[in-house]
């Protein structure tokens, strides 16, 4: 981060903190956003943890969680309370996002505050809306920025067994069980004194990957079994899944998450492509291996981004007319597509 002591300068008295990350977040987005909470209440301050929408149940096991005001689109009096604790923010903290409208109803608030604002992320083109801003899209997830940055800010003994346990598994979901191409030496560095520091790496993974519930597996065995297909001629697989479907096997927030990683198990498949309607739009999940961008795909025809390997957006058309567009689109990337991982 530049100018790293006019930042240390910022957090040295006790102020009114709120910290709010994207909407539907994941382990990174939980586990970022509930580390720097418990780091930042260690120094004295007000922390105030805001969603955009509820998160999965699978990560309701992090410390501080019951903290977090969690926006809800059929509880108007949710969004009202958090206009109201980011208006009288002294500082905001904006994680694992670089663009506001990723936090959907809260980015008038947040532009709109005269709180200084704290952009710790990693994905790619960042929009220019904080006075201070800690952005590396080398860095495998933002829980791994959070703790680097509380290491810069020479406060590593301040993170405890619960602030370490949260941070870690961002680390750990964002890469992949440390399989995906963003691992270098850094990420188990990381890993290492993360567990040094009280870290539970066995029990993280637990929580995470070992408490599903039945109506989660029987989704993902739904949709591996009758809404995954194949595209051989352009080493792709997509899957679909309509919002009766989902509510048919009893689809909670969380339930997709993952789902898009078993296409790039296949043989040969260099793309896997997840979309699903969310009743008001439809959400997309693009993952690649190699040298292929779904980033450029998702920002170009799906108003989405993210990474190069692990994208995300979304279309206003119906499922229907999402996949044929979606199809329309393949012979574009095919030449990219068919080359060699």
């Not at 406060?155 to 979901?173: F, K, S, V």
């Amino acid at each position: 981060m530049d100018r790293i002591s006019e930042f240390k300068a910022l957090l040295a008295q006790p102020k009114n903190i709120v910290i709010v990350t994207h909407f539907k977040p994941d382990a990174d987005a939980l586990g970022s956003t509930l580390g720097l909470a418990g780091y930042l209440r260690r120094k004295g301050h007000q922390v105030h943890p805001i969603t955009p929408s509820d998160y999965p149940g699978f990560l309701a096991w992090m410390p501080g969680h019951e903290t977090v005001h969690a926006v809800q689109k059929d509880k108007p009096e949710t969004l009202q309370h958090a206009r109201h604790l980011i208006g009288r923010a002294d500082v905001i903290f904006c994680l694992d996002f670089s663009s506001l409208k990723r936090i959907e109803d809260l980015e008038s608030p947040v532009r709109e505050a005269s709180a200084v604002k704290v952009m710790v992320d990693h994905h790619l083109e960042p929009e220019n809306f904080a006075k201070f801003s800690y952005w590396d899209v080398k860095c495998a997830s933002t829980a791994q920025m959070i703790y680097e940055l509380i290491v810069m800010l020479g406060e590593r003994d301040l993170i405890d067994n619960h602030i370490a346990n949260c941070l870690y598994a961002g680390l750990m979901t964002d890469t992949g069980n440390f399989r995906h191409n963003n691992v270098t030496a850094r990420e188990f560095q990381v890993a290492a004194d993360l567990t040094a520091l009280g870290a539970n790496p066995s029990e993280v993974a637990r929580q995470i990957y070992d408490t599903n519930s039945v109506e989660r597996l029987r989704l993902t065995g739904f949709v591996l079994s009758q809404r995954m297909h194949v595209l051989p001629e352009y080493n792709t697989v997509y899957m679909t899944l309509t919002a009766e479907e989902m509510r048919q096997h009893g689809s909670q927030t969380g339930d997709t998450e993952g789902l898009v990683n078993y296409g790039l198990s296949i043989k040969g498949i260099k793309m896997s492509v997840l979309m699903y309607d969310r009743k008001d739009e439809i959400k997309f999940s693009f993952r690649s291996l190699g040298d292929f961008s779904v980033n450029d795909l998702a920002r170009k025809h799906f108003q989405g981004g993210g990474h190069r390997n692990a994208a995300g957006g979304s279309s206003k058309q119906s499922l229907q007319e999402a996949l044929q567009h979606f199809l329309s689109i393949l012979p574009e990337y095919k030449d990219a597509l068919r080359k060699p991982i």
